[in-house]
Structure formats: structure tokens, C-alpha cells
């Protein structure tokens, strides 16, 4: 075999390894990749993740996470995280556990920056909004369109659509929330097939322990942050988090005089983030050691995640967001902004699939030669692509009336 071709599928990538650091052997290994859909030359400098990484870093989807709401729209404060920073926290997160347990640092970063490029504007919101305008076309999940968004969305470079990944890559996010298995991942799947990747992704098993990793970061970020976020909009206090399962504990330990709000805020999240770190490596390592076969073959075959947090942890996170849904995501202001965003987003849906001369350039030829259910999805993927202010600007330039979201 020559050198940098790619051990299965004959995809040319170098193998080059920068750093020297040891990788555990149930690691994803950059030298031994599957190569991409598109054959490329190999790059001299960095392995194929640290490659994937870069194009995640440069891709247009990735900087207009910079104004998608992750709890709170952007005008509403500097302060408050977005989906970019959420996502830099994910990779912060997914990079130290990462290498606490021998994995491929730059995969696990590349996914963590990766996950959420496919989320419509207004969060979680947006979301909801354009399931229930393509429920009849198959529906949206935001997982599956940044699939779509990595895979043909995405147009930068002269051989091919999309940003053309690795194989690991796109395996890792296609399974950001597991093995592929009954009708509630059909998005994903469809996703898979339609970008000529079926059969090839192992659809079926566990997801390499790097991307594990990068999703149980992400559980662990917006944990911490939004609960952090709640804080400083004052939508909860501090007194209201006595018997809350995690942080509950961090505020009895604070001192109780001459600790400013802003300092006791922080404290919380910093140590609510660093046991819960702490937890998965020494769960994850338990698991690891038990592993049959000790490769990434033996990782996808495993009978449940290799990277996980204990029972008791895990327990005391999903009380901590079941008490988040109900105190700050569903929070009766937040739940007001949320309405009329979902509201913008059903408007703009409506009003491209009825006319799409009103969208730009290329969408709007997209839309104009496609048949009904195809003219939907191209509307979707457009009205996807939106940051928040620009589906507001847009909002106003085709209704009398846009909602304040304040």
C-alpha cells in the first residue's frame, strides 16, 4: 500500500502525526483513517482529523453560530453564551477528557466544534418551528442537517459540495446521540444516504470513544452554562438552588458572607464542570479497562458507551436539567421570546415555499425548478442556515410586523 492511502477504502490522506503523544489502542488513529468520500492529496502538515478540525473552523455554518441563540437571544446581553461559544466550551470539555483517557484530541475537538452547525436560529425554538413546517416532508432534526450541512450544504471547494470529512468525523456526528438504531434517527439515516455514505458510517454501533466523548461534553457544557446563564438573567437565584441535584451541594459549600453574586455564580459552574470531568474519566477509564477487545473495533461493539458518567452522576445531571427545563427554559419569559421566534421562523417558511422569488440568488433557482416536498426541504435548509438577526432582518423586509423578542 502506498504511502498515505488509507488502510479501507483507498482515499488518499497523510498520516502524518504531529505531537509524538502516545494514543491508547481502543483510540480512533489518524495514520489508520478511512479516508473521505472525495479522494484528496494528503496535507504535509497535519493528520486528516486535525484537517477536519480546520475546515469546521473555516466553514461559513461555523461563523454564524456566532449569533444563534443557544438560551437567549443575541441582543439580549453580551454576556450570554451562543451556539459558537457553547460549542468552544464543548471542545474545551471534550479535549481534557480526551486526553485523560488516551484519545485522539483533535477528532473529539473537531466533533465538539462540529455538533451543533446544523441548528436553526432562535435555538431550540427554531427547531421546533421548522419540524412542524416539514412534518409533512419528512420532518427536521437539527443533528441530521449538520450532516447535510458537512456533507452538501456547505460549497467552498472546486472537487465537491460540502467540506468532505473524514469518514470517523462524519461517523461521530452522525451518531452525536448513538448507535443509529430504531425510527427516532430515520433524519440522520436519511441524511446518510443521501450524501452516498450508507453502509459506510456503521450506523448500527457504538460511535468511536472520541465522539462519546464530544457528546457527553456537550451535556456537561450546557449544564453548567445555561444553569449559569439562568443565574445572571435572574431568572433563578442562588437561595432557589438548595436541594437542586448537583448544584444544590456547590451553594451550601460557599461562605455565606463577603462573596460577591457575580464570583458565587462562577465558583458553581467551575466546580459543577470539573466533578463532573472528574466523574467521566474515572467511569470511562473503569469501562475502558473492562473492554474485550481493545481497539476502535472493540469500542463500536461494545454493548453500551465506553465514556460515560457513573449511574449516581448521571442521575444528578438529568435533575439538574429536568430543574433547568422547568425554571429556565420554560420560564414564562424565555417561553414569550421563544413564541414569537417560532413564529418568524413559520412566516419565512410559508411565505419561500408561496413565493420563492423572495429568497436570494441560488436558493431561490433551487426552490423555483423543484417539485413541491424538494422546493420544502430547500426552504428548510435556507431558513437553517439563518443566524437570528438575519431571519429578523429578513422577517421585516417581507411582513409589516416582526415580533420585539424582548
Known amino acids: ?38 479522494p484528496e492529496p494528503g496535507c504535509p502538515m497535519r493528520t486528516p482529523f486535525q484537517r477536519d478540525r480546520d475546515r469546521i473552523v473555516h466553514a461559513t455554518a461555523f461563523r454564524r453560530l456566532t449569533y444563534k441563540t443557544q438560551v437567549f437571544v443575541f441582543h439580549e446581553g ?34 465538539a466544534l462540529a455538533h451543533d452547525l446544523g441548528h436553526p436560529p432562535f435555538g431550540h425554538a427554531g427547531e421546533r418551528a421548522l419540524a412542524a413546517a ?50 427516532g434517527h430515520d433524519a440522520v439515516r436519511r441524511a446518510i444516504a443521501e450524501a452516498g455514505l450508507g453502509g459506510r458510517l456503521y450506523a448500527s454501533a457504538q460511535a468511536p470513544a472520541e465522539a462519546q466523548a464530544a457528546a457527553l461534553a456537550d451535556d456537561i457544557a450546557y449544564n453548567s452554562h ?21 448544584a444544590g ?43 474485550r477487545d481493545q481497539s476502535l473495533e472493540g469500542v463500536r461493539a461494545a454493548p453500551e458507551p465506553v465514556v460515560a458518567l457513573t449511574a449516581q452522576r448521571h442521575a444528578e445531571a438529568q435533575g439538574l436539567k429536568d430543574y433547568l427545563y422547568a425554571n429556565v427554559y420554560r420560564h414564562a419569559r424565555v417561553m414569550a421570546i421563544m413564541r414569537s421566534a417560532e413564529a418568524i421562523v413559520c412566516d419565512l417558511f410559508e411565505r419561500y415555499v408561496r413565493e420563492p422569488a423572495t429568497m436570494p440568488g441560488d436558493w431561490r433557482a433551487a426552490a423555483e425548478r423543484a417539485s413541491d416536498g424538494a422546493r420544502a426541504a430547500v426552504v428548510a ?26
Open 134 to 183: 416539514m412534518r409533512a416532508y419528512g420532518g427536521f432534526d437539527h443533528n441530521a442537517q449538520s450532516l447535510k450541512v458537512v456533507t452538501r450544504l456547505e460549497r467552498k471547494y472546486a472537487g465537491f459540495d460540502g467540506l468532505n470529512l473524514s469518514l470517523e468525523t462524519l461517523e461521530g456526528l452522525a451518531k452525536h446521540n448513538g448507535p443509529l438504531i430504531g425510527s
Open 249 to 291: 451541594a456547590f451553594v451550601a459549600q460557599l461562605p455565606r458572607a463577603g462573596l460577591e453574586r457575580q464570583r458565587a455564580i462562577y465558583e458553581i459552574n467551575r466546580r459543577i464542570i470539573t466533578v463532573m470531568i472528574d466523574d467521566a474519566v474515572r467511569e470511562s477509564r473503569r469501562r475502558l479497562a473492562h473492554l
Open 78 to 111: 453580551d454576556h450570554y453564551r451562543t451556539r459558537l461559544t457553547h460549542s468552544l466550551e464543548v471542545a474545551q470539555i471534550a479535549r481534557a477528557i480526551a486526553r485523560m483517557l488516551g484519545l485522539d484530541e483533535d477528532l473529539a475537538e473537531a466533533l
Open 381 to 406: 435548509d435556507f431558513v437553517a442556515g439563518m443566524t437570528d438577526r438575519y431571519a429578523i432582518s429578513e422577517h421585516r423586509r417581507l411582513f409589516d410586523a416582526t415580533p420585539d423578542l424582548r
Open 1 to 38: 500500500m502506498a504511502a498515505g492511502t488509507a488502510h479501507r477504502s483507498g482515499v488518499a490522506d497523510a498520516p502524518v502525526r504531529t505531537g509524538g503523544r502516545a494514543l491508547a489502542a481502543y483510540a480512533a488513529r489518524a495514520e489508520a483513517s478511512e479516508g473521505r468520500a472525495h
Open 226 to 246: 445555561d444553569l449559569d446563564d439562568g443565574l445572571r438573567a435572574g431568572l433563578i437565584r442562588l437561595e432557589d438552588l438548595d436541594g437542586v441535584p448537583l
